[in-house]
């Protein structure tokens, strides 16, 4: 199972940046799959999950500005990033399953994608 995240990159407070992440070797279709971040010298966060039914949540400091998607076709997932600030620089991640908003880390999650916001 190989999860990579893209998309990541500098932007200034405000500003916007669409991840993505690319599964292979598993199908994500019917699976929970989640987007995580881990910023310097902090622990790893939820920011989002997307159920295999269709639904999913934000986590509460995101919501309104984050969305989530997912594409069972492509084996893909989004994550669309709003309105940044500067302490949301951190690695961003996708996971497979819920577990990591539960405070587990999930068994499969890759190997993240830098975002810094910075003006």
């Known amino acids: 199972v190989q999860l990579v995240e893209s998309g990541g990159g500098l932007v200034q407070p405000g500003g916007s940046l669409r991840l993505s992440c690319e599964v292979s070797g598993f199908t994500i279709s019917g699976s929970a799959m989640t987007w995580a971040r881990q910023a310097p010298g902090e622990g790893l966060e939820w920011v989002s999950v997307l159920y295999g039914g269709g639904t999913g949540d934000i986590n509460a400091p995101m919501k309104c500005r984050f969305y989530s998607s997912r594409d069972n076709a492509k084996n893909m997932v989004y994550l669309q990033m709003n309105n940044l600030q500067c302490e949301e620089t951190a690695i961003y991640y996708c996971?497979?399953?819920?577990?990591?908003?539960?405070?587990?880390?999930?068994?499969?999650r890759g190997q993240g994608t830098q975002v810094t916001v910075a003006a």
């Open positions: 996971a497979v399953g819920a577990s990591i908003a539960l405070g587990v880390d999930s068994v499969y």
